[in-house]
């Protein structure tokens, strides 16, 4: 168990719906980052907050927003769902003085 | 921004032989590099990791090589396990808090008994 905790662990929706996925990063991390996996692909970045504020952005769709709230948990949303959103997205989550990141369990998307 | 390049896509080996995955990276200014192991519908794990004041580093069966002039790093893995099956990534960043890693594609290595 990495610490960084997500839900859903599985989620169903139509094309054109909007999903929000929720992560907490571990105890004291400060960072927290979203990356994408779809089938056969790597781990594709796409967001990254620090103690709430943005810091780096990745390939990460007009669609898709994120934030990090002053608790520290952080919200994935995606809109206008399409076929191709259909996913495994992870959250993962890092110490403020270091680079190295825990990730979560993910959070499988099906989009039909 | 950084590029990160893994080969081979796919390692085959039979039980008991070694197994190397190479990387290499764009940004000279990159000085960690981690190694990342991800098992089929699971989360990717940390396993090792190196900074670049270091060329070199062992646990157990895995060791992990760094040539910074170069700019490319390797994952050795050593009598190797039907259990070492998976899909393992390399990653770079600068060593900052704020600094993004950047990951390789992946090598799904395949460990034949």
């Known amino acids: 168990d990495s610490g960084v905790t997500q839900t859903p662990k599985h989620l169903i929706t139509a094309t054109g719906q909007r999903v929000t996925l929720r992560c907490s990063p571990r105890?004291?991390?400060?960072?927290v980052y979203w990356y994408q996996q779809s089938l056969d692909q790597g781990l594709q970045f796409l967001i990254q907050?620090?103690?709430?504020?943005?810091?780096a952005k990745g390939n990460i769709l007009e669609r898709f927003s994120a934030q990090q709230f002053p608790d520290l948990h952080s919200e994935l949303n995606l809109s206008s769902l399409e076929l191709g959103d259909s996913a495994l997205y992870f959250c993962?989550?890092?110490?403020?003085?270091?680079?190295?990141?825990?990730f979560g369990e993910g959070s499988w998307l099906t989009v039909v | 921004g950084e590029n990160v390049e893994q080969h081979p896509s796919t390692l085959s080996v039979q039980e008991g032989d070694s197994a190397v995955i190479k990387c290499t990276y764009s940004?000279?200014?990159?000085?960690?590099f981690p190694w990342y192991k991800q098992e089929l519908g699971k989360r990717p794990q940390l396993i090792i990791d190196?900074?670049?004041?270091?060329g070199e580093k062992k646990d157990q069966r895995i060791a992990v090589t760094l040539n910074k002039t170069a700019k490319h790093f390797s994952l050795h893995i050593t009598e190797t396990q039907p259990e070492d099956s998976a899909v393992y990534f390399c990653?770079?960043?600068?060593?900052?808090?704020?600094?993004?890693?950047?990951f390789g594609k992946g090598t799904m290595l395949l460990v034949s008994p």
């Open positions: 190196i900074r670049s004041n270091v």
């Open positions: 907050y620090y103690n709430g504020e943005e810091r």
């Open positions: 940004d000279s200014a990159s000085n960690y």
């Open positions: 105890s004291g991390d400060l960072s």
């Open positions: 990653a770079a960043s600068k060593e900052s808090g704020y600094s993004t890693l950047t």
């Open positions: 993962a989550s890092s110490v403020p003085s270091g680079n190295t990141i825990y």
